[in-house]
């Protein structure tokens, strides 16, 4: 591992342990050379998702992407950045443990959308609205008597 310092190549892992998500390894390292210390993460490397989008294009899977829908639905609703990341990581957790190539973003947005339901119900709404395109108010009431059948 090289240094971010110093550019030098022998580095030593002085401290090793999981990382807070428990999805990763944490290691701390110093230099051999000029002796500053500093993280790095190490995570398991995995095949790459292909997602099918609606309009039939492919894309390879993108966390950000996932994490910035759910923001959007959860901006100012009363969940934390922690729910936030441990739902992105369950998601996520489940799209790889398919072990399918390509999956349907239909597929995604319902693992999303039955976690949110449980999380918080305007955040499940709000996604709901964006993920399955509402046309009118009349779908959009259909979906809430929906939300309030399952309370």
């Not at 609606?54 to 100012?76: F, P, Q």
């Amino acid at each position: 591992m090289k240094c971010p310092f110093c550019g030098h190549e022998n580095t030593r892992v002085i401290d090793s342990r999981p990382a807070e998500d428990h999805n990763s390894i944490r290691r701390r390292r110093v230099c051999d050379e000029c002796d500053k210390r500093f993280t790095t993460y190490e995570k398991i490397e995995t095949i790459p998702v292909i997602i099918m989008k609606k309009d039939n294009n492919r894309e390879t899977y993108d966390r950000g992407k996932l994490e910035a829908g759910i923001l959007r639905a959860c901006h100012k609703r009363p969940v934390s950045a922690g729910q936030i990341m441990h739902l992105v990581n369950e998601v996520e957790t489940e799209v790889f443990n398919m072990e399918e190539k390509e999956i349907p973003s239909q597929v995604i947005g319902e693992l999303v959308m039955n976690k949110l339901m449980s999380l918080d119900a305007v955040a499940y709404v709000r996604f709901a609205s964006v993920y399955r395109e509402f046309k009118d108010i009349n779908t959009f009431m259909d979906e809430l008597m929906n939300v309030l059948k399952e309370k």
